[in-house]
């Protein structure tokens, strides 16, 4: 109920002196006629679809496939893909927007969402005309999901040492070796896996398309979590697996520039997932001081809380803005759009968390029960700090593209 209560407040839409969201953290602030539109879509079917939903799938684990099909409808499932594969060909920015405004619902099903259109995406933009047609329609409906596979168990940040192995035989390649922490997987029908076709290093590595049900692909244990409990997470595993030498996405070597790609895009994502957690958590808190009296009166009347809500208001304005630029770059396809990703990332992940962890304590013994949503958001974004790239390697890009500039 709590998390619905803070999508629906989010849906209201808020024009200055309207009830619902203060206009100075108003997602909608700065945005197209169209943006809006599509905001305002996104904003119903998270209150409607997901929200009343949310602590049952976190609960239970349970992975909401049928709700995702219904958020493909709205062309959610490839968001920036092209329309002739049934993408709804929107942009980056326009991207950012609409997990934003999912991620109030369920962060954990929204960031699922993300990282699938990071699949579908990788195989639009590198994939030759009969791969796109054989992967993408199926995979925007979402009859089809996708997992990102890169990280191994002894590759996390230095996803350039992985050792999977790919030895091609003819018009075959052979895989052997297994991937960790795969979201996803085993729930999944289309795996997007970088392996090692080449010498060491990043220049080794190239990037296949494997379908589930290939002979020698196999799955690990559904790993036990903190937060993310609507997405299943499992290893892969490849013993000897053959596959079709089409299969592979772009030239052989190019596999980590195009898992680099993919991720310049998929940290905005998932930062816009954090910026939705982060916007529910600041209207919860907002009601909860209101609602809630201690020593005789509304904790609302307390200063020490109001200036902790304002400076909430405040991060979470600012991570948006450079969330938004970024995603703007990354779009018009400028120099620094890598840099900025992760600058964005970095950013608004550690802003959002804390945003998301202060409304928890705000709330008091409150915020530590099931029942209350703010502790949700608080599992949910904790991750996003870690994944997509953790935030010390973040700090490294920015620091490497300061230092060499």
């Known amino acids: 109920a709590m998390a619905w209560r803070a999508a629906r407040l989010l849906r209201r839409g808020s024009p200055a002196g309207r009830r619902g969201i203060a206009a100075c953290i108003d997602p909608s602030v700065g945005l197209t006629e169209e943006q809006k539109e599509f905001q305002k879509v996104a904003l119903d079917f998270a209150a409607k679809e997901m929200a009343p939903h949310m602590a049952e799938w976190d609960e239970k684990e349970i992975f909401p496939v049928e709700t995702m099909r219904k958020a493909a409808q709205l062309g959610f499932g490839g968001i920036y893909v092209k329309p002739d594969v049934g993408g709804s060909g929107l942009s980056r920015l326009d991207t950012s927007i609409i997990f934003e405004a999912l991620s109030t619902g369920c962060t954990s099903t929204t960031a699922y969402i993300s990282i699938h259109n990071m699949c579908v995406w990788m195989i639009d933009t590198f994939g030759n005309e009969e791969q796109r047609r054989r992967f993408c329609p199926s995979l ?66 190239s990037c296949l398309v494997l379908e589930k049900g290939t002979p020698g692909l196999s799955f690990g244990k559904k790993e036990r979590k903190v937060g993310w409990n609507s997405q299943p997470t499992r290893a892969v ?81 600012a991570a948006r803005l450079m969330v938004r630029n970024a995603a703007r770059a990354l779009q018009e396809g400028r120099e620094d759009a890598a840099v900025l990703c992760s600058m964005a990332k970095l950013f608004a992940t550690d802003e959002c968390f804390a945003i998301c962890n202060q409304a928890l304590q705000m709330h008091g013994g409150y915020g530590y029960l099931k029942d209350y949503a703010v502790q949700q958001f608080v599992r949910d974004v904790r991750v996003h700090q870690i994944l997509e790239g953790t935030n010390e390697v973040m700090r490294m890009i920015v620091a490497r593209n300061l230092l060499q500039g």
Do not use: W
């Open 237 to 317: 595993i490849f013993e000897d697996c053959a596959v079709p030498v089409g299969n592979r996405l772009g030239a052989e070597g190019q596999g980590f520039s195009i898992a680099m790609k993919g991720l310049n895009g998929g940290r905005i994502n998932i930062a816009s997932c954090s910026l939705g957690a982060a916007h529910a958590c600041v209207l919860l808190a907002q009601e909860h001081l209101t609602v809630r009296k201690q020593f005789g009166e509304p904790l609302a009347n307390n200063q020490y809380l109001q200036f902790g809500l304002a400076e909430m208001a405040t991060r979470l304005v």
């Open 140 to 205: 925007c409906s979402m009859e089809k999901f996708a997992s990102y596979c890169l990280t191994e168990p002894g590759s996390g940040s230095d996803a350039a040492s992985l050792l999977t192995s790919a030895q091609r035989t003819g018009d075959t390649y052979v895989l052997n070796g297994s991937k960790a922490f795969i979201s996803g997987g085993g729930d999944t029908d289309v795996y997007v896996v970088m392996c090692r076709t080449g010498g060491p290093g990043p220049k080794g590595i």
